[in-house]
Nanobody
Framework: VQLVESGGALVQPGGSLRLSCAAS????????MSWHRQPPEKEREFVAA????????PYANSVKGRFTISRDNAKNTVYLQMNNLTPEDTAVYYC?????????WGKGTLVNVSS
């Protein structure tokens, strides 16, 4: 199982970014995927999740209405569209899946929201 995040960058407040997580080594289309983030000196926290078919997409309250999670099962990729970013969104963003009770994480991508 491999999860590789990309798309992180330095962005100004109010800006947008789209993160990608490319998955391999498992039947991507059958599994829930999620995004999490770890702000500097804080605990890792849930951001959003998406069901295998994409019909269910729960979000953390802090990102609801600004972030959108989606997936392309043909490309084995999950996305996180982030709009109206604030400095509080600064974090390393990780994607995650659970297979057979075991958690798999990517190595993360850094999003830095600063003027």
């Amino acid at each position: 199982v491999q999860l590789v995040e990309s798309g992180g960058a330095l962005v100004q407040p109010g800006g947008s970014l789209r993160l990608s997580c490319a998955a391999s080594g498992f039947a991507f289309r059958n599994f829930l995927m999620s995004w999490h983030r770890q702000p500097p000196e804080k605990e890792r926290e849930f951001v959003a999740a998406i069901s295998p078919s994409g019909d269910r997409t729960p979000y953390a309250n802090s990102v609801k209405g600004r972030f959108t999670i989606s997936r392309d099962n043909a490309k084995n990729t999950v996305y996180l569209q982030m709009n109206n970013l604030t400095p509080e969104d600064t974090a390393v963003y990780y994607c995650k899946t659970i297979l057979g009770g075991q958690l798999y994480w990517g190595k993360g991508t850094l999003v830095n929201v600063s003027s």
